[in-house]
């Protein structure tokens, strides 16, 4: 079993920064090799990928969407994951989750990840 826990969200200005992290946690996870995702879903619209991380941080992807603007990395030590967001617009707006993957090898799916956090909150004023 994992825990995940999402936070950093909050309510900017188009242009701006925000850092999400996200604390895992879990019986297996510190010994583990969980490759780790961000999804987002905005109201009315389908959960959609956003970025992900094998489990040791040598290989991320990310949706052509966010590309050249988020960056995914993680920290091993403080089993923490982290979504820098820069150049925010209004269509980012959405509930981001964190999510973990029983494999050590990331996927853009949401079905492939089998443990969830409740989402944080990111709202982009234009």
């Known amino acids: 079993q994992v825990y995940v826990v999402e936070s950093g969200g909050r309510m900017v200005q188009a242009g701006g920064s925000l850092r999400l992290s996200c604390a895992a946690s879990?019986?297996?996870?510190?010994?583990?090799?969980?490759?780790m995702g961000w999804f987002r879903q905005a109201p009315g619209k389908d959960r959609e990928f956003v970025a992900a991380?094998?489990?040791?941080?040598?290989?991320?992807g990310s949706a052509d969407s966010v590309k050249g603007r988020f960056t995914i990395s993680r920290d091993n030590a403080k089993n923490t994951i982290y979504l820098q967001m820069n150049s925010l617009t209004p269509e980012d707006t959405a509930v981001y989750y964190c999510?973990?993957?029983?494999?050590?090898?990331?996927?853009?799916?949401?079905?492939?990840?089998?443990?969830w956090g409740q989402g944080t909150q990111v709202t982009v004023s234009s």
């Open positions: 999510a973990a993957r029983g494999s050590p090898i990331y996927a853009s799916g949401a079905r492939d990840y089998a443990y």
């Open positions: 879990g019986p297996t996870f510190a010994g583990g090799t969980y490759a």
């Open positions: 991380i094998d489990w040791n941080g040598g290989t991320t």
